[in-house]
């Protein structure tokens, strides 16, 4: 403990640009710790003030001092204090941005449950497979194009970005085929139901 204690006192007083290059030298997590020990309070107030939640703000400080480990050996950082700011900022933005994102598939999956399987006024199972077996013919009666993204999208529960690297579709591509699909298998859907309706 005592040896730990001189240690940080012969580097308390050095600059962030010296700790930075005493990390890169040594490659020690010692010295990004007194970069945490300096600013993480800071950088929890900014996740704070972003994320409104303390434990998400807590839980996004360890992963940005986390990253640094590795992005500082990337960068020639000379005002550190600066760039922490707008790193740290970043990190706070693109987690909004996944959130919104989350939010956005999850009430477009709950709206698309809703055209999906509101033709169901019955919970028998008989029922309710029949449903099932008339979703599988309408998807199946879709293009192929439609067809793919439709089960991937729905029934993989696949991004965009995946379905675009697996087929070879742009994003715009993946998303019109299925804002098509979905139109067109609501038409399929509600045709079948009304073949279904007795006279």
């Known amino acids: 403990m005592a040896l730990f204690s001189r240690r940080e006192r012969l580097h308390e007083h050095k600059s962030d640009v010296e ?36 434990m998400e703000a807590e839980d996004a400080v360890m992963n940005i001092f986390t990253r640094l480990q590795t992005d500082l050996k990337k960068h020639n950082v000379e005002f550190f204090k600066s760039w922490l700011y707008v790193y740290s900022k970043n990190h706070c933005l693109m987690e909004l941005r996944k959130r919104q994102k989350n939010l956005n598939r999850e009430l477009e999956l709950k709206e698309d449950a ?20 008339m979703l599988e013919q309408a998807i199946d009666d879709l293009n ?37 699909g979905k139109r067109n298998l609501k038409i399929r859907l509600e045709t079948k139901l009304n073949e279904r309706s007795p006279e």
Do not use: W
């Open 19 to 54: 700790i930075i290059a005493l990390y890169k030298a040594t490659g020690d997590a010692y010295f990004t710790g007194i970069l945490y020990t300096r600013y993480g309070h800071l950088v929890l107030g900014l996740c704070i003030k972003y994320l409104r939640n303390k």
């Open 114 to 133: 809703v055209l999906l399987m509101d033709f169901s006024d019955s919970s028998h199972l008989k029922e309710r497979e029949e449903q099932i077996v």
């Open 144 to 180: 192929p194009d439609q067809r793919k993204c439709i089960r991937m999208f729905y029934l993989e529960n696949r991004s965009y970005a995946e379905i675009s690297m697996e087929t070879g579709y742009s994003n715009n591509e993946v998303k019109s085929h299925i804002q098509n």
